[in-house]
C-alpha cells in the first residue's frame, strides 16, 4: 500500500514565523507535490519536484520554497508566515510519467495567527 | 493553457438517488490523462479512476460509473443509488501528457451530500 505521511496533521503558528511541513513518502516515487487547498478555490499546486534537489514552481509559488535532499522526502517552507497562508496543505506523490495517479497525504490545517 | 470547470459547486440528494457530478475540461494536448479523486470528510483524496484521452469507452465500477466524451470535452460521474458514505468533495483533474511531468490541473471539486 502506497503510503504517503505528513508531520502533523494541525499546526498553529504565529505570523512571522518560519514553517516547515514535511513530507515522506514509501514508494520510492520520483515526483512529489506541494497543494493548498481553499474553500472555493479547490487544489492550486504550490510547487513540484521531479528528482532530489530538482524543484519547479506550480502555479502559486510566492511565499514558499521547498527543499528535495531525499527521494523520499520533500519539505515546504513559509519564510515568514502570514495570515493569508492559513489553509490547508497536501502532499503527493507520484511515478513521473503523465498517466500516473498521484497518491495524497492526510494533509496538514495550517492557522497562522 | 488547460483548465477543468466542475460547475456544481454542491449537490444534495437523498439515500438511493441517483447523481451525476459534471467535469468539463479544455486542452490543447492530443494526448492527456483525466482522473475523479473523492474527498471524504477525513481530508485525504482518494484516487477512483483514471482515463486516456484514447479511450472512450465508458466505465462502470459497482456503483459508480464514468461517461468520457471527447467530443463535448466532458468526463461525467455518476453514483447510481447514493449512500451516506458516499458524501464527500469530487475532484475532476487533467494530466497532459505534453507537460513532461504528472502535474494535474485539479477542477474546484464538487461537495456530495447524501441524506438519509
Known amino acids: 500500500d502506497v503510503k504517503v505521511t505528513q508531520s502533523s496533521r494541525y499546526l498553529v503558528k504565529r505570523t512571522g514565523e518560519k514553517v516547515f511541513l514535511e513530507c515522506v513518502q514509501d514508494?520510492?516515487?520520483?515526483?512529489m507535490f506541494w497543494y493548498r487547498q481553499d474553500p472555493g478555490l479547490g487544489l492550486r499546486l504550490i510547487y513540484f519536484?521531479?528528482?532530489?534537489?530538482?524543484?519547479e514552481k506550480g502555479d502559486i509559488p510566492e511565499g514558499y520554497s521547498v527543499s528535495r535532499e531525499k527521494k523520499e522526502r520533500f519539505s515546504l517552507i513559509l519564510e515568514s508566515a502570514s495570515t493569508n497562508q492559513t489553509s490547508m496543505y497536501l502532499c503527493?506523490?507520484?511515478?513521473?510519467?503523465?498517466?500516473?495517479?498521484?497518491?495524497f497525504g492526510p494533509g496538514t490545517r495550517l492557522t497562522v495567527t | 493553457a488547460q483548465k477543468v470547470t466542475q460547475a456544481q459547486t454542491e449537490i444534495s440528494v437523498v439515500e438511493k438517488e441517483d447523481v451525476t457530478l459534471d467535469c468539463v475540461y479544455e486542452?490543447?494536448?492530443?494526448?492527456?490523462?483525466l482522473f475523479w479523486y473523492k474527498q471524504p470528510p477525513s481530508g485525504e483524496l482518494v484516487f477512483l479512476i483514471r482515463?486516456?484521452?484514447?479511450?472512450?469507452q465508458n466505465e462502470i465500477s459497482g456503483r459508480y460509473s464514468w461517461n468520457f466524451q471527447k467530443s463535448t470535452s466532458s468526463f461525467n460521474f455518476t453514483i447510481t443509488a447514493s449512500q451516506v458514505v458516499d458524501s464527500a468533495v469530487y475532484f475532476c483533474?487533467?494530466?497532459?501528457?505534453?507537460?513532461?511531468?504528472?502535474?494535474?490541473?485539479f477542477g474546484k471539486g464538487t461537495m456530495l451530500l447524501v441524506s438519509p
Open positions: 503527493a506523490s507520484s511515478f513521473p510519467t503523465g498517466e500516473q495517479e498521484q497518491y
Open positions: 514508494m520510492d516515487h520520483e515526483n
Open positions: 519536484s521531479y528528482d532530489v534537489k530538482m524543484k
Open positions: 486542452t490543447r494536448d492530443t494526448t492527456y490523462y
Open positions: 482515463r486516456n484521452s484514447f479511450d472512450e
Open positions: 483533474a487533467l494530466s497532459e501528457a505534453g507537460s513532461g511531468y504528472s502535474t494535474l490541473t
